[in-house]
């Protein structure tokens, strides 16, 4: 509170006895003064230990309260103050608070205030006592202080037990709910500890196991744990091994076991901790993944991998010339077909069949082996040229005879090409002409065996660069459409043409179809070919259409087997007959007998589909393959053309007229229009009048030509048209 300036006594308590020697010796500070409504503080009494408290000497006539202000510390400044602004309500004030020495020092005060009297006027008379409490505060502090580290550590070891706690629960969880088994025996290979993974694994309780020398250890394999032991003993920190062990089902497995010693208190070695995994499943799969390294997954035959290791092997060891290696590359005739008609789930039984019938047809220490898809190879070791031969006519004859499959009979062939290794250093080149051996039996139609000559090499390079040619003519458009029209025998006009296709070759000038449509088929070109080919001929038959009106002839082209296999050919002929302004009746689309009888389900399909659109199906060729009554009543045929090797015959005698006469009373019973193909002369052309059939081609009627030279003939009948109207 303010301290006015003062003696050491006021007058009104000159009556009092010797009070100032009497508070000297308390050893505090006594005061007491009027609290005035505004809250100015007048002192009444000023006791002798302020100078003792201050640390300053106070002589008489200095303002003491402003003394004793500028002691307070600044940070207390309000506490201090606080207490008088207390005591306007309440009875009592206390209050602690630094005071700052002329040293500058810190003393800590406990300031009490009591109230005297309420005064009239809305003051209040009171009385207080200060005291130093530097010395009990630190004290207190200090037991504070080691309070609070007493509790810290209570409150570690507290974390301490609950950490043990916690890692034990851990530890526990752990050995029990670990999949590898742990197991503990000691310095005499007692089981100490087995956990849940171990009764799992080895079917022995813990109760059982406990105790008992290693009871998932075979009594003759004991000696080998206790070698563990020894290399423990020496020092080694872990030991790892794979072992057998048995469970008590005294079944076999095998195991991977990490050892680590046990210590004791003085670290001593106890015995050890086994961490053992079961992994005989691992094992097997290995096994397993061996084999379809070097095996074929279906066939279980050996691979392509494998087998070009053991030519590479038989090369390096063969002997003399009389007996040498020799390879064989087979694959199946109308395996594609088996796979179409029956779907692949049939296609992989009989390759399985296949593979065992070819392994009956091999001597000891032959490979067979599959590539891939149909495709199989034998190595032939330390054999002679005859043998080789005499192997490979006994893989025909074996795989000739019919396969009874889950849903059908089936017979399939093989083409298979023969090298004998010679001078052959190189593997790949031993394959790759086994593989032009093999490419030549199929040319030459197929079921038989070629033996490699160098000769063969040329026409294969042959064949490749046409390939690569016609990919090429493809990109760029090489080719273009010749028409042969179909006239009726009586009237002499053109009903139809068919589309026919030549190659513009830069260098070779103009080729036939004979040259390159068969490559095409092989390698595929003749999808988008044929759908050039399409498109084109719509819109030649459209141009006819808007120059000659009904008079026009409709256009036939031919599908091959590669291009009724293309998922998009009905809805492309669609597109194309749209985008060209044409109805379905202006297309016919021409397929030869042996297609209908490869693939029967996908062409009855294919057929319907385009039926549904429109456009006429034909039959060409009819005649030259395996011709049957049952196809015509279940295929939507509209046209039968009879092939030029019954037309070719017919002046020779009654017999030839008599089989084309057959055919067209089964057209016309069928209500199916017949049309003679190759039509030479003009007495072929009088016969086929007289035996019903009206509609020809050929080259006595009209060579195959560019479209504009039929322009002139197809006027010339439409203008006939017009004038007979």
Not at 293 to 302: E, K, M, S
Not at 371 to 393: K, N, P
Request: proline share 5%; net charge negative; with cysteine.
């Amino acid at each position: 509170m303010p301290r006015p300036a003062s003696g050491k006594w006021s007058d009104r308590n000159s009556a009092l006895p010797d009070l100032p020697g009497l508070l000297s010796r308390v050893g505090c500070h006594v005061y007491s003064g009027e609290l005035l409504p505004g809250g100015e503080y007048q002192e009444m009494f000023t006791g002798p230990g302020l100078e003792e408290l201050l640390g300053v000497r106070v002589d008489p006539g200095l303002d003491a309260t402003a003394i004793f202000h500028a002691a307070v510390h600044p940070e207390d400044w309000s506490t201090y103050l606080a207490a008088g602004t207390q005591m306007a309500t309440d009875s009592t004030a206390s209050i602690e608070y630094r005071l700052v020495q002329p040293d500058g020092s810190v003393r800590w005060v406990l300031d009490r205030m009591w109230l005297r009297e309420r005064l009239p006027g809305g003051g209040s008379i009171v009385d207080g006592v200060i005291a130093d409490v530097t010395e009990l505060r630190a004290r207190t502090d200090e037991a504070r202080a080691a309070l609070y580290a007493v509790q810290q550590i209570n409150a570690q070891l507290e974390r301490a037990r609950a950490e043990v706690a916690e890692a034990t629960a851990w530890l526990e969880a752990a050995v029990t709910a670990t999949p590898a088994a742990l197991i503990l025996l000691d310095r005499d290979l007692r089981a100490r500890l087995w956990n849940p993974a171990a009764e799992r694994m080895f079917g022995f309780s813990r109760e059982e196991a406990l105790g008992r020398v290693a009871p998932h250890v075979p009594p003759e394999q004991l000696g080998t744990v206790r070698g563990v032991v020894d290399r423990l003993l020496a020092g080694e920190p872990l030991v790892e091994s794979e072992e057998l062990r048995s469970g008590r089902d005294g079944h076999p497995r095998q195991v991977s076991v990490v050892s680590a010693p046990v210590l004791g208190a003085a670290g001593e070695i106890t015995g050890l901790l086994g961490v053992i995994t079961d992994i005989t499943g691992r094992k097997e799969m290995e096994t397993r993944l061996r084999h379809l390294a070097h095996n074929d997954p279906l066939t279980g035959l050996a691979n392509r991998v494998f087998l070009t290791a053991r030519i590479e092997d038989a090369l390096t060891r063969r002997g003399s010339s009389a007996q040498q290696v020799s390879v064989l590359l087979m694959d199946l005739d109308g395996f594609k077909a088996v796979n179409d008609s029956f779907g692949h789930g049939t296609g992989d039984e009989l390759l399985t069949a296949v593979s065992q019938r070819l392994l009956t047809c091999l001597r000891a220490g032959d490979v067979a082996a599959r590539l891939g898809g149909d495709e199989f190879a034998v190595l032939l070791e330390t054999t002679s040229r005859a043998d080789a031969l005499a192997v490979g006519e006994r893989i025909l004859r074996t795989l000739a005879g019919p396969v009874a499959l889950g849903r059908a009979q089936v017979v399939v062939t093989a083409s298979i090409g023969l090298v004998h290794a010679g001078k052959y250093q190189n593997t790949q080149e031993l394959l790759r002409d086994a593989d032009v051996a093999m490419y030549m039996a199929k040319t030459l139609g197929k079921n038989q065996m070629v033996v490699f000559k160098a000769a063969m090499q040329q026409r294969v390079a042959k064949r490749l660069r046409l390939e690569t040619q016609l990919r090429r003519a493809v990109e760029l458009g090489q080719f273009e459409l010749h028409y042969q029209p179909f006239q009726d025998l009586r009237s002499g006009r053109i009903v139809g043409a068919e589309a026919l296709v030549r190659w513009r070759h830069p260098r070779r000038g103009l080729l036939a179809p004979s040259e390159f449509i068969p490559a095409a088929e092989e390698t595929g070109l003749i999808v988008p070919l044929g759908r050039w080919i399409l498109e084109d001929a719509c819109a030649q038959a459209s141009r006819w259409r808007s120059l000659y009106g009904s008079a026009a002839p409709s256009v036939s082209v031919n599908l091959s087997p590669r291009q009724l296999q293309d998922p998009d050919l009905v809805a492309s002929v669609s597109r194309t007959l749209s985008k060209a302004g044409l109805d379905g009746g202006a297309l016919h689309v021409e397929i030869t007998e042996s297609l209908l009888m490869s693939d029967s389900d996908l062409a009855s399909r294919k057929l319907a589909e385009l039926r549904a659109l429109g456009v006429g199906v034909a039959i060409d060729d009819f005649g030259t393959g395996y011709s049957s009554l049952a196809y015509l009543r279940r295929y939507p045929v509209d046209v039968l053309k009879i092939d030029q090797s019954f037309v070719a015959p017919l002046l020779e005698g009654a017999r030839p007229a008599a089989l084309v006469r057959s055919i067209i009373q089964l057209a016309r019973a069928l209500e199916v229009t017949t049309v003679a193909e190759g039509v030479e002369n003009a007495e072929q052309a009088g016969i086929l009048r007289h035996l019903g059939c009206h509609i020809a081609q050929g080259f006595f009627l009209c060579r195959p030509q560019p479209a504009g030279r039929l322009d002139g003939l197809i006027e010339a009948q439409s203008s006939l048209v017009t004038a007979r109207k």
